[in-house]
């Protein structure tokens, strides 16, 4: 089950990559897939949940809100830098998380480092540890709104 999964997986991103659907190019695409396949399926052990349509469609949301995050911070940061007083500060704040998949949480942590104005410092099991540029709060449930927002619960959907 493994090997098939994982070579359609493969398949569909080489072709993808290649956009090319030149006999030579499929053939060279099998071959390759099939050799990775038969490499990684004893390393990869999927779980029924990863075939549940339903979480793809929840990461396809995750990624038009993550778009969101990113526009509104990046026009922050805009404002940040083309002010003349340079309204900053700067400090790290503690989140804290409700994840329980490490992918879940490292894919969180990237998200937010990718939005201008917050870099991940530390993940743990339980908490996030962020620079933030500009802390509005001192509030913990505030700063985790202002942070995290609608990331945290559409990932738990995602992943759990």
Same mark, same amino acid.
């Given at each position: ?18 956009? &090319?659907?030149?006999?030579? &190019? ?22 029924? !949940? ?38 900053? !500060? ?9 994840? !329980? ?8 942590? &990237? ?29 913990? !449930? ?19």
């Amino acid at each position: 089950m493994e090997f098939f999964a994982i070579f359609i997986l493969t398949f569909i991103v080489w072709m993808i990559l290649t956009w &090319n659907i030149e006999f030579l &190019n499929i053939m060279v695409g099998i071959l390759a897939c099939a050799f990775v396949s038969f490499i990684f399926s004893k390393e990869f052990k999927f779980d029924r !949940k990863i075939f549940e349509i339903k979480r793809y469609f929840y990461f396809i949301g995750y990624l038009f809100v993550f778009i969101y995050y990113m526009i509104k911070a990046n026009l922050l940061m805009a404002y940040r830098v083309l002010s003349p007083r340079l309204p900053i !500060k700067p400090g790290i704040v503690k989140i804290p998380v409700e994840l !329980k998949s490490p992918l879940a949480r490292a894919i969180l942590a &990237n998200s937010i480092t990718l939005t201008p104005g917050t870099f991940t410092l530390k993940i743990t099991d339980q908490f996030l540890y962020i620079h933030w540029i500009y802390i509005y709060t001192y509030d913990k !449930k505030q700063q985790k709104e202002k942070i995290v927002g609608l990331m945290e619960k559409i990932l738990k959907k995602v992943f759990e």
